[in-house]
């Protein structure tokens, strides 16, 4: 018999491609846990998608046999009902709305949910929340490995996915270098960690287990810019920075994206050589998974989400 996998802010980049993977990869049930209309909504850097476009995005899935769970995700009494029979949830959320999984791991517990997949989908936090520098993102690393915890006390299971870079956040020029540039690291485009949520989920290794994958491509930061050098016709401007550099540019940034990618980058510097804050666990697990070529990502999803962040931070400063 079908599992039930619930996806919760499932019309983001990560959530969209996470509920299309899941109807091609017919492996589950599939609904989406939609929340109440007048709900505040807490984005990422990228743009807002409409009201209309979510609404034609969730009756497409309707028609292909996903069902439409709608609810006040604050409000536990109303969302526990909704959430019974659902095997597996899978949280989508963005960085900026972490602490809106709260009301839903409790509510996910009183349903009897198996298995919950927080949005960890970044750095192993776990680790992060340790790092040297405390940052607007070690403090959001800490929330996070607090959430995991609030996870098992509710007996539940977890699956959690760090993907490493998500390099359409990390392109604007000149671009920062953070680490040794030939170091090979993760790199998961949002449609990509999306993309292998469902192949995670399926597999038996993946309960109560942390998955790092590199959904996208598992090569350093020389080969990512070469590649991009290359479609683009032109030399990117590179900007390699060491931990000292990063830790002083951080203190001067105004606070929003520009902040928060720095924060990232300083992560990275920071972050002990040798740990496998880079793992490829798709390459030994799910061989069968192909990221997005950086051939397509980059014209398609890359350069338009670098004009949108670019635009987000000079209206941040």
């Keep these: 018999m079908k599992r039930t996998v619930t996806v919760f802010a499932a019309t983001g980049v990560a959530g969209s491609a996470c509920v299309n993977e899941l109807i091609a990869q017919d492996v589950f049930n599939v609904q989406v846990l939609v929340r109440n209309q ?19 995005q969730l009756f497409a899935w309707e028609q292909k046999g996903v069902s439409i769970l709608r609810a006040d995700t604050n409000n536990t009494s109303e969302l526990t009902p909704v959430l019974r029979g ?20 409790w509510a ?11 949005s960890e989908f970044g750095y192993i936090y776990e680790w992060e929340q340790f790092w040297p520098t405390d940052t607007v ?39 920062i270098v953070p680490v040794d540039p030939d ?21 038996p290794l993946s309960r109560n287990a942390v998955c790092p994958v590199a959904a996208t491509a598992y090569c350093s930061w020389k080969e990512m810019l070469d590649t991009r050098e290359r479609l683009l016709g032109r030399n990117v401007e590179r900007l390699y920075m060491s931990e000292t550099e990063l830790k002083e540019a951080y203190k001067t940034q105004a606070p929003g994206p520009g902040q928060a990618v720095l924060a990232i980058s300083l992560a990275a510097a920071e972050c002990p050589q040798g740990m496998p804050l880079w793992a490829h666990w798709n390459a030994k697990h799910l061989p069968e998974f192909i990221g997005t ?16 962040l670019i ?3 000079q209206n941040s400063q």
């Excluded at 095997?87 to 839903?104: G, H, K, N």
């Excluded at 959001?140 to 977890?158: H, N, S, T």
């Excluded at 070529?293 to 949108?308: G, H, K, M, R, W």
Aim: proline fraction near 9%; charge should be negative.
């Design 293 to 308: 070529p950086l051939d397509e990502l980059f014209p398609n999803v890359i350069e338009p989400t670098v004009q949108s």
């Design 108 to 118: 996910a517990k009183e349903a009897g949910v198996e298995r919950f997949v927080p």
């Design 183 to 203: 170091q090979r690291v993760s790199w998961s485009a949002g449609v990509d960690v999306g993309r292998i949520i469902p192949h995670v989920l399926a597999h």
């Design 38 to 56: 007048d709900e505040q909504e807490k984005s990422s850097f990228r743009p807002k998608k409409e009201l209309s476009e979510k609404e034609k």
């Design 137 to 175: 993102h070690r403090s959001l690393a800490r929330q996070k490995a607090f959430i995991r915890r609030v996870i098992e006390l509710a007996g539940m299971d977890y699956t959690i996915i760090p993907a490493g870079f998500w390099p359409e956040f990390y392109m604007a020029e000149p671009v």
């Design 311 to 313: 635009t987000e931070i």
């Design 86 to 105: 659902t095997d597996y949830l899978v949280s989508c959320v963005p960085f900026t709305a972490t602490e809106s999984q709260y009301p839903l791991i």
